[in-house]
């Protein structure tokens, strides 16, 4: 069980040995220091006066990790495997603008080309060869990659070079190595128009501010469904990613959602729309269509080379980025990074924006720091088991391929840490909001008193609204009655059987008998 060590200037977890004796019974132990065969325990059960207590000695970790690690077999323990809730760990990441292009940053001037005052430099694309090694690494892990696409861009690069894209042409031929979602036509921003500084939203005559229209959010949208079932993509017309997660209310100028996306969402079948989790961090109604919060995995859209995330990210949280006094905000419009910390802001995961106690290398300074800093923030989201996907861009996945060291790590992490038994999820876009949505529910119901449950023996009995679906975790052979016979309760997973349930629409109650 990893202990966090973020920061070699920081002790930043204390924890006491305990000795194991007669009563005791150790969960967790670890080396004692100077004395290399004793153990002491971090966690175990003290035995007394015809109680069982549950021991832990050790503070809260900086990041948070090891109690999350431990939390499910701490419930288990007090509830002696059967509860009201139905926790599965999974990792979804999604790729933004796939067949378009980024803007690169530039080591340099430490501002992303074509920003005023920047150097022009060549855009970043993945070509056939990253699309292959795509394919390649996802069969090899089993570990399926959500591709947010824009047609437009597609066409647009083939009239630019005679009608050749030999990405496109890739990623078409291998479609069913991916899941594809809507990533609009031409990735263009569904926001307010931008004034003359582009700071913040221009105004017409009148001083009201000038929006994108329905009409052509609805066109961005509708056309690149259709460019992707002509190409016998599987897209689905209910899931939407825009570009920047613009149309939604962004607190660089603009404060309100697009008044127009609402309606646009609704006449084109969206249900489930990308959010930004720093900014947006709870799911919410838009018009017909539900946010998906997505964690950023810190890596910049303008970054193909290992040396320019490390510069990006030595501008935004080294000393020279505290001395401007940015925090982690790009300073004016020119010096635009295009991406965030580690942790995808607002700290979740700990630790994901810490600055360096000296220049990173470049040569090895991403390997070395911050694959490792975003990973274990990543693999603190996925322990949390916070269903919201996280992303990248396409950038990432060409010339120095930065994006894979990420991931592998994190996958080796959790496959190191469990075992098989407890597998991690890789669902989509509409599953994710469907558990968001289901999860909220519950949480109401539970928050406004309207369930009760209690355990008599070897049944439990839960009474829940009409409806709501029912979180419950149990020993496995756990069965459900039901006025027309019984069922199994969930599925395996962690040891126990995990899964949604609803009440028995005569009876009006979950009625579970243990095995």
């Given amino acids: ?22 009563d005791f019974t150790p969960y967790v132990d ?42 499910r077999g701490i419930v288990d323990w007090a509830t002696g495997g059967v509860h009201l809730g139905a926790a599965r760990y999974g990792f979804a990441v999604q790729v933004d603008g796939v067949l378009g292009r980024d803007a690169r940053w530039d080591p340099d001037g430490d501002c992303t080309s074509g920003t005023t005052g920047c150097a022009d430099l060549p855009p970043i694309r993945m070509d056939r060869g990253d699309a292959v090694y795509a394919r390649d690494w996802s069969a090899d892990r ?33 479609r069913e190595a991916y899941r594809w979602i809507n990533g609009t036509y031409d990735r263009a921003p569904l926001g307010c128009v931008r004034g003359g500084d582009a700071a913040g939203c221009a105004r017409d005559a009148a001083g009201e501010v000038r929006w994108t229209p329905e009409r052509r959010i609805a066109r961005q949208i509708e056309e690149n469904v259709g460019w992707g079932w002509a190409r016998n993509l599987i897209v689905r017309r ?21 008044p127009n996306l609402a309606p646009a969402l609704g006449t084109t079948g969206v249900r489930w729309l990308a959010a930004d989790r720093a900014r947006d961090p709870l799911a919410r109604r838009v018009g017909t ?19 320019e995330q490390i510069d990006q990210y030595e501008y935004r949280y080294g000393d020279a980025a505290g001395s401007r006094g940015e925090d982690g905000v790009a300073g004016d419009g020119r010096r635009d990074v295009g991406g965030v910390a580690a942790d995808g802001g607002g700290g979740e995961g700990g630790g994901g924006t810490l600055r360096p106690a000296a220049p990173l290398d470049p040569e090895s300074g991403y390997r070395s720091y911050l694959v490792p800093l975003a990973a274990r923030a990543a693999l603190g989201h996925v322990l949390a088991a916070d269903p919201a996907p996280h992303y990248l861009h396409q950038s990432n996945l060409a010339e120095d391929r930065i994006a894979y060291p990420l991931l592998d790590r994190v996958l080796a992490d959790y496959r190191r840490l469990f075992t098989p038994g407890t597998p991690l999820d890789n669902p989509r876009q509409r599953a994710i909001a469907r558990d968001l949505q289901r999860r909220s529910v519950w949480a109401e119901a539970v928050r406004n008193g309207k369930v009760t449950a209690y355990r008599v023996g070897g049944t439990v009995t839960v009474r829940a609204p009409a409806g709501v679906e029912v979180p419950v975790t149990a020993p496995p052979g756990t069965r459900q009655r039901f006025s027309r016979g019984d069922a199994e309760v ?26």
Avoid at 147 to 171: I, N, P, Q, T, W
Avoid at 297 to 305: D, E, K, P, Q, S
């Fill in 1 to 22: 069980m990893p202990f966090a060590d973020l920061d070699p200037r920081a002790a930043e977890t204390y924890g006491h040995l305990v000795l194991p004796g007669p």
């Fill in 30 to 71: 670890a080396a004692v220091p100077g004395k290399p065969r004793a153990r002491g325990a971090l966690v175990g059960e003290y035995a007394d006066d015809g109680r069982r207590r549950l021991l832990v000695t050790f503070g809260d970790p900086g990041d948070r990790l090891a109690y999350r690690l431990l939390a």
């Fill in 142 to 174: 089993d570990f399926t990659l959500d591709l947010v696409y824009s047609g437009g861009a597609a066409e647009r690069h083939r009239r630019a070079h005679g009608g050749a894209d030999a990405l496109a042409d890739r990623l078409i031929t291998d």
């Fill in 238 to 258: 209910d899931e939407l990613v825009t570009a920047g997660h613009t149309g939604l209310a962004a607190p660089t100028g603009q404060p309100l959602d697009n």
């Fill in 289 to 307: 269509a539900s946010t998906v919060p997505r964690y950023r995995l810190g890596l910049f859209a303008g970054a193909g080379r290992e040396r």
């Fill in 490 to 515: 969930g599925r395996p997973y962690a040891g126990r059987a995990a899964g949604w349930t609803r009440a028995d629409p005569v009876r009006e109650l979950v009625v579970l008998r243990l095995p």
